[in-house]
C-alpha cells in the first residue's frame, strides 16, 4: 500500500516503535501520536489529513481513543481502526457505536493488521462512493 498515510495513535513507545516499522516495511507512511489529545489536535487543530488512524483504545492519561476518535470524527470523516488489548464484548462494542470500520487486537499479526487496514479503506471508499451519488 504504498502512499498510504496512517495515524498511529499509541502511548506505548516501544509497542509504536515496533507497529511503525512493521507497517513502515508494508510500505505505509506512518505518522505517530503518543496521546488522544495529540491526535485531535493534528487532525482537528493542525487540518492533517490521513488515509486511516489506528487507535489505541487505552492512551494512559487524558482521553482515551474512543474519545479522540469521536472528537476527530466530529470534524471530519476518516476510517478509524481500534487497536486494544480487550477481548471483552463490551469493549469492542462501545467501539462500533463510534466508528466501524474494524477492531484489532494487538497481539494480531502484521498480516491481519494489514488486511484490516485495506478493509477500511475500501468500506470507507465505498462509502464515500455511495454518498457522491445521492
Known amino acids: 500500500m504504498k502512499g498510504i498515510k496512517l495515524l498511529l495513535v499509541e502511548d506505548e513507545t516501544v509497542t509504536a516503535m515496533i507497529e511503525k516499522k512493521q507497517l513502515e516495511d508494508y510500505g505505509y507512511i506512518i505518522n505517530?501520536?503518543?496521546?488522544?489529545?495529540?491526535?485531535?489536535?493534528?487532525l482537528c487543530v493542525n487540518n492533517l489529513s490521513f488515509h486511516c488512524i489506528l487507535m489505541d483504545i487505552d492512551l494512559g492519561k487524558g482521553i482515551d481513543g474512543t474519545e479522540a476518535a469521536?472528537?476527530?470524527?466530529?470534524?471530519?470523516?476518516?476510517?478509524?481502526?481500534?487497536?486494544?488489548?480487550h477481548t471483552?464484548?463490551?469493549?469492542?462494542?462501545?467501539?462500533?457505536?463510534?466508528?466501524?470500520?474494524?477492531?484489532?487486537?494487538?497481539d494480531s499479526s502484521i498480516t491481519v493488521l494489514d488486511a484490516s487496514i485495506k478493509m477500511a479503506l475500501k468500506l470507507f471508499k465505498s462509502k464515500e462512493f455511495y454518498h457522491n451519488t445521492l
Do not use: C, D, M, W
Open 88 to 106: 471483552e464484548p463490551e469493549i469492542v462494542k462501545k467501539t462500533e457505536k463510534i466508528s466501524s470500520y474494524g477492531y484489532i487486537v494487538k
Open 32 to 42: 505517530h501520536a503518543l496521546s488522544g489529545e495529540e491526535a485531535v489536535e493534528l
Open 70 to 85: 469521536r472528537q476527530i470524527l466530529l470534524y471530519k470523516e476518516v476510517p478509524i481502526v481500534f487497536l486494544s488489548n
